[in-house]
């Protein structure tokens, strides 16, 4: 927890070299930066240099930044105004500048260092001191750019930045805080790579074995005479075995210490510290010709060409070995000697660096290793351990802050899994296209606004309404002003009544009347397309109904969206051409149906809307529809008044007001009619268990959500609709009569809301035998009114119900019958979820700031400069003198950096009707007035309002839930550890001054899955800092409260009968540091209570996180670290700390002399609101509290109340308390819910994942290259898609299919069409049959036949380079398993990725040079292997696909392989109609059908198969234990997970196949003969291919598992012969062609065991199953 402080944000960088210059003016352009140099008079040359100018930085990118640093300097004292240093200077000065900022670096600084070298993190401790422990250390691996001056200190180049850069963090903890500043400053590239630790890092330092290991291979005694040579020889590229041999032995010395490491400190994770090789495959991985060796590595390295040893020239021209130069100067010391040092400590022998140790020590003039230990007198001039004064492991850990144990619990803890999505979708076209119903108000808004961004048609089928707008506009623009008085023109794409144009849309928006909803669903139904959005504002009651019936079976395929209400208040100014926006709502309520579909539906709204309104998901549409106040509102009203009880009959003289109006009378029918409503609810949540209507409110309840705080009196239905001033002076709807008025009994309010609503709400009344007789007289007179047989005899079954939305308008006569229209699960009930209403208006984000002093007129002044704030002060008189100082002028807020802040609340005012308009509450009080707060606004308070106490103290949660009642589960409850700021009131309720804010403050979220709601409201309100740190709970920061334990206790030490004598003091004894044994002793025992407390809690809820809720020492070590000069003990914190100096007890003067003041805060607010909730919350668990009852029985004595009787917590006062008593709670159970913890749940969320690391790139323009191998439709679309963007390479290993190609191509583009119309045209690097190009290869995309993927993987086999993703599109059966047996062991370094099918549906129009994508699938299925690699898998690839399709992730490439279809349709069709027991082998006539000619004989083939596929599936899901198979589903889900709706009949697996219109007219692939005849060709791919790749290896697995498959044994039998191969002989897949199958033999292997382990799964260690989403 950061103190209080300034927080600016500085940077230095030190040095004057390349990298320090680009630092300082990449850094300069945004943040205030200071370049330091300490070496000679660097610092002064360069500022003479750079005068007055800019300083002018070139990106590799080619923009130039212009900046200038605050100062360049070399005076170290500037490090005291730091936030970050970083390093930019060669590894032996790092040194120099640790101890030169020493003392002036201040606590939480981070320091990075690029590179840092071996041992960086332990020289800064050496340097630092204990203040190393306070500062933040960061070793990157390397430098991030590679640059250089242009013009020195005045001119810079970068040319080239590192992709990735490997840093790690000391302390590990403090990695999320290092990383955001490090990559703030250092912009997109690099990507700071998580290391984790700086140990990994120090011996992954290659210079360290290098450097110094090809010097003395070149120059060592054996291999050099000493005399001049004739050129400087080649450094890397000349090195020979000898050479190879020294860095060979370095470098395996240090696995020596790795693994030494790992044997010691079990789960140390050192691994980033691999060997040299390694480290050139993962740096250089595909520029070296030859990586097979370490040699090879370094001889074939393009970066490395021409570079030569480091020499000096003598006489005759000839060279002599620079043996001072930094390859011995610097890297011996500050990377071998490391290495030595800590092989030493370790006891591991390192022959070869003592011996090339012992050989530089004297190259470089020093005495650093003698008799072969660390302890020569220049040791100290080294990075080894030894130079720190470090010489056990132990001392090492320590210094190096690694704890064994933390290490020990991070390893053990699980990884992440990934989600799984939705299935995949046939193929089909992407655009996205909006329809718009109507031609009033809110159609022509929608239609202008939607045009703004997408394709958009106007469709009216009113008369001729369209045809009169389409003219009205003509060639002109849409004109739409928004509410926030920004201008739109737009134009639809069209104006129609053609209803047929459904066929184009994504999205129906229906802004009609609802009556006229029926017919415009019967209007589109026979054109909509599967996966249509229809969204209803309003939908109005049973809207998903009436779609459901309108539609049939098509309803199923779509998603039906149905609004509360409008979104935006708004009028036309000129008809068909100018529309306003008046008000937009700030959300709205929806439900879709089916609901899985709300995210899908939601993002198309919500993009289609823009921010406001926000689209708030209701579970389902039943609560919608019940929820339509129209329907009670609108007849009850009419009804209230012209009924015959009310109205004569006779014409009035003045229409009379429908709102308020309302009497007694027809509030007591209102009732009725919500009441009955309520009834329904009710019995359908008996009958449904866990369904959510929580949307379908009482109609009192509805006003208080959608017009809380605005109305004068809320508390009854009548007085909502009497004193809502939207409502004033709004009358009946009438007709005038010869100066007198007549209702208008013929209104919407009759002639629709009776039919769409209050309709709905009887026949569902009836279907569920729920009495309703207040809405039988309203309906029997209304349907009366307006000429309508609705409801006869008590029944729903007039005449006209036809008319209507009652169920059974539609033949629904039962409830089961509805649930299933309304896609209602009943067996399984809806989650809930919160909902949220907003009235019309310009979206405010309202903030309530409660209090009058310091902290609350800071809030309210920094909140008001953005938002809606009003300040709300229960204090006497308060907000009436704060209104009254402040008059018309704003209030001034002076921040701690500076700068001014003026603004004005909404409002100043002491009525808490306000909270109604809050979103946020902020209670600024002091803790004892929060109760007060939280009863006043409990009648107001709105749903999903965030409360925020600062501070929260001991049982916030409690107080405010025990409060605010049943509504406490519906708000939001933020407590914070402690105030923001520390500010003052320098005039009174006008100005006001930010002395310093925290850095972090600790916060917890009740419930806890609203955080991230909660932190985006306060982050964004707070500002940057403080920086609001998570807390699992507030149980953890109630028992954290440190003013429960150090106030009360140092009170009574010093004040108990023990100590005092009664007697006046001559002068107030300090308070902190005043602090004595007998003190210390009590504070202990009062934090060990509490410390048992939270044992106790956490073997009764295993898995609560209660990591807060530290010992009082350890607050004072976390809170004020750095500050106090002795923190050892809990006395030396109290007495040591600055900040504590001269603060005293609270006292009372009299005479002159001194009495403690025992009514202080201390006692009368601490010990209720802090101390009583830790004696409850232990009296809860049976904690003995010896000290704590002894403390608080003399507290309450003081302060004159009792709470503590015998030792228990009984007293009457203990309801003045925040004991959990307080509130009724009596047992943890009771606690646990109040505090809204899951007791079952909470153990799952408290695991912890470890960051994942991508690879380590290096220096380059960040290329990213994809190979694609093939020639044909798919292999030509994906080269000119893949080729827009990145290096593409196309690769056809096929014949001269790549000359052909290249020929074809010549110097133009590739030209491809896609689906959206758009033209992409561009050209391949190269088009080549070299397979060593796979060297180059990011990725490769495998668009070629099944039978050629082995063929591809073996000649590409000796290139690849380590992490290359391959892809197969598609994989078909065992691709993961040929994958992996022909590069062997290369294979585990790969990733694998098999997708179910072709992205595309493709053709070229110009072989080589034009293709046209004529459909691209929604969705498409894909397995990883490993599966830890989805996520790096599908970001390279979703990257180059596009946003289509949609790449859903397969558990396993197993699944992927019994999925393929083509293995069991293509084999079993051919089998079914060309067998023995079908085919007298003649020619036929014609060619018969394929999919659409099944038979009862061909079906009952595929049957067989497929169910010997389930059999296998069912087999290895007994073998591995959750095996998530999930997508090797039969033949008949597969034709429903991909054609569902497609097929007019898909009852069975024939009828899927016969009746699918994707099929019609595909035959049997056949051969003309003579006479016009056909015969089959059964050589075809569906035989010579499927086969072998698919249908093999179904039948291979189920032998090696020992399932009988008759089926695919009679199929594979006559499949084998038709293709003229022998795989399968005596029933055993042992033929002499099982090599040229997928079938598991074919590769080698003959047990499941083997199987598993090709494929990545073990049956002892199997992947979770995971749902869908």
Known sequence: MAEEEQQPFTVLVCGGGNAAQVATAMYSARYSTIAVSLYADEAAKWKQTLGDDDFELTLDTGKVIKSRPDDITNDPSVAAKADA???????????????????????????????????????????????????????????????????????????????????????????????????????????????????????????????????????????????????????????????????????????????????????????????????????????????????????????????????????????????????????????????????????????????????????????????????????VKTRAPQATGIHTLDEFLKVSKIDKAAVAAEAASQQPKAEKKAPAEGEDQNPYCVLVCGGGNAAQVATAMFSARYSTIAVSLFADEAAKWKAALGDSEYELTLDS????????????????????????????PSFAHGEYFEAFAPYMRKGCVVACMPARSGGDILFASKLGEKAKDMIFMGFETLPWACRFTEWGKKATILGTKGSILAAVTPPSKFPQAFAIMQGSLGVFPHVTESPNNLGISLRNPGAQIHPGVMYGRWCPEKWSGQPLKTKPLFYQGVEDFSESVLLGLTNEVQAIKNKIEELLPGIDLRDACTLHQWYLDCYGGQMTDDSTLKACMNTNPGYRGLTHPCREVNGMFMPDLKYRYLTEDVPTGLCFNKGLGELLGVPMPMTDKVLLWAQECIGLKIMENGKMCGADIGKTRAPQALGITSFAEFCEAACIDTSVGSVPKPMQCDEEGKNPFTVVVCGGGSTAQVATAMFSAAYDVIAVSLFEDEAARWKSA??????????????????????????????????????????????????????????????????????????????????????????????????????????????????????????????????????????????????????????????????PGMMYAKFCSEK????????????????????????????????????????????????????????????????????????????????????????????????????????????????????????????????????????????????????????????????????????????????????????????????????????????????????????QVATGLFGLRYNTIAVSLFADEAARWKAALGDDDFELTLDTGKVVR?????????????????????????????????????????????????????????????????????????????????????????????????????????????????????????????????????????????????????????????????????????????????????????????????????????????????????YLDCYGGQMTDDSTLKSCMNTNPGYRGLTHPCKEVEGGMYVPDLKYRYLSEDVPTGLCFNKGLGELLGVPMPMTDKVLLWAQECIGLSIMVNGKMNGKDIGRTRAPQATGISTIEQFLEAAGLKSDEPPTKKARK
């Open 85 to 379: 240093i970083v390093l930019a200077v060669p590894s032996f000065a790092h040194g120099q500048y640790f101890e030169a900022f020493e003392p002036y670096i201040k606590p939480d600084t981070v320091i990075a260092c690029m590179p840092a070298r071996s041992g960086g993190d332990l020289l800064l401790a050496a340097k630092l001191g204990d203040k190393a422990d306070d500062v933040i250390f960061v070793g990157f691996e390397t430098l991030p750019w590679a640059c250089r001056f242009t013009d020195w200190g005045r001119k810079a180049t970068i040319l080239g930045t590192k992709g990735s850069i490997l840093a790690a963090v000391t302390p590990p903890a403090k990695t999320p805080k290092a990383f955001s500043v490090l990559q703030g400053l250092l912009g997109v590239f690099p990507n700071c790579t998580f290391s984790p630790n700086n140990l990994g890092i120090s011996l992954r330092n290659p210079g360290a074995q290098i450097h110094p290991g090809v010097m003395y291979g070149r120059w060592c005694a054996e291999k050099w005479d000493g005399k001049p040579v004739s050129e400087k020889p080649l450094f890397y590229q000349g090195v020979e075995d000898f050479s190879e041999s020294v860095l060979l032995g370095l470098t395996n010395e240090v696995q020596a210490i790795r693994e030494k490491l790992e044997e010691l400190v079990p789960g140390l994770d050192l691994s980033d510290a691999g060997t040299l090789h390694q480290w050139y495959l993962d740096c250089y991985g595909g520029q070296m010709k030859d990586d097979s060796t370490l040699r090879s590595c370094m001889n074939t390295n393009p970066g490395y060409r021409g570079l030569t040893h480091p020499c000096k020239e003598v006489s005759g021209g000839k060279f002599m070995p620079d043996l001072k130069y930094r390859y011995l100067s610097e890297d011996v010391p500050t990377g071998l000697c490391f290495n030595k040092g800590l092989g030493e400590i370790l006891g591991v022998s390192m022959p070869m660096t003592d011996k090339v140790l012992l050989w530089a020590q004297e190259c470089i003039g020093m005495k650093i290793m003698v008799n072969g230990k660390m302890s020569g007198p220049d040791i």
């Open 1060 to 1275: 005092w004598n009664g007697k006046q003091m001559v002068s107030k004894p300090l308070f902190y540091q005043g602090v004595d044994d007998f003190t210390c002793k009590i504070l202990a025992e009062l934090s060990n209570e509490v410390q048992a407390v939270k044992k106790k809690l956490g073997e009764s809820v295993p898995g609560m996180d209660l990591q807060h809720a530290c010992s009082l020492h350890q607050w004072y070590q976390e809170s004020y670290a750095g500050q106090m000069a002795d923190p050892s003990s809990l006395k030396s914190c109290l007495t040591t700390n600055p900040a504590f100096r001269g603060l005293t007890y609270p006292c009372t003067e009299q005479n002159c002399m001194y009495m403690p003041d025992l009514k202080h805060h201390f006692l009368t607010e601490d010990v209720p609101a802090g101390m009583c909730f830790n004696k409850g919350l232990g009296e809860l668990l049976g904690v003995p509290m010896p000290m704590t009852d002894k403390v608080l029985d003399w507290a309450q004595k003081c302060i004159g109340m009792k709470f503590l009787v015998k030792g228990k917590l009984s007293g009457p006062d203990v309801a003045k308390t925040r004991a959990p008593q307080a509130f009724g709670i009596k047992s943890v159970h009771a606690l646990l819910s109040a505090s809204k913890i899951n007791k079952s749940t909470v153990a799952a969320e408290a695991i912890s994942y470890p960051p994942a690391r991508p690879p380590l790139v290096a220096e380059e323009k960040h290329n990213f290259t994809v190979l694609v191998c093939g020639g044909g439709n798919a292999a």
């Open 886 to 1047: 402040l008059g018309d002028g704003n209030f001034e807020l002076t921040l701690q950096n500076g700068k001014v802040i003026t603004s004005c609340p909404d409002e100043i005012t002491s009525n808490p009707r306000v909270a109604a308009k809050a979103d946020c509450i902020i209670m600024a009080t002091p803790v004892a007035q929060q109760g007060e707060y939280f009863a006043a606004f409990a009648p107001y308070i709105k749903q999903d309002t965030i409360v925020v106490c600062m501070p929260s103290r001991s049982g916030g949660d409690l107080l405010m839930a025990s409060k605010l009642g049943a509504k406490a589960s519906k708000v939001c409850y933020v407590g914070f550890e402690a105030v923001p700021w520390a500010a003052r009131c320098t005039e009174w309720g006008k100005r006001a001054t930010i002395l310093g804010v925290k850095g972090a403050t600790l916060a917890a979220v009740s419930p806890a899955d609203s955080s991230r709601k909660a932190f985006s409201a306060l982050h964004g309100l707070m500002g940057v800092f403080p920086n609001i740190t998570y807390s699992p709970n507030n149980i953890g920061l109630s028992l954290r409260n440190a003013g429960a334990v150090i106030n």
């Open 1322 to 1534: 561009s050209k391949p690097d190269d088009t080549t049959n070299d397979p060593s190009v796979a060297a180059r290869a990011d990725a490769i995309v495998l668009a070629v036949p099944s039978f050629a993927h082995g063929q591809y993987f073996e000649a590409f086999a000796p290139y690849m380079k380590p992490g290359c993703l391959v892809v197969c599109m598609p994989a078909r059966s065992g691709g993961d398993i040929l994958f992996s047996a022909k590069l062997g062991a290369k294979a585990k370094d790969m990733i694998f990725m098999g997708f179910e099918t072709l992205p595309w549906a493709c053709r070229f129009t110009e072989w080589g040079r034009k293709a046209t994508c004529l459909g691209t699938k929604g969705s498409i299925l894909a397995a990883v292997t490993p599966t830890s690699k989805f996520n790096q898998a599908f970001s390279m690839l979703q990257g180059c696909l596009g946003v289509f399709p949609n790449i859903v992730e397969s558990p396993t490439n197993l699944g992927i392989s019994l999925r393929n279809p083509g293995a069991q349709i293509h084999p079993g069709v051919m089998y079914g109609r060309w067998c023995k027991e079908k085919w007298d082998g003649k020619p036929v006539s014609q060619k018969p059908l394929f999919y659409q000619g099944v038979d009862d004989f061909t079906e009952k083939v595929l049957l067989g198969l497929t169910n010997e596929v389930q059999a296998v599936k069912k087999k290895m899901e007994s073998i591995v234990t959750n095996l998530d198979l999930k997508d090797a589903c039969t033949l008949h889900q597969w």
């Open 485 to 512: 008085g920004k201008v739109l023109k737009s134009r639809p794409d069209d104006i129609t009544n053609d209803p047929s144009v459904a066929a184009k849309a994504d999205a129906i928006v229906l802004a009609v």
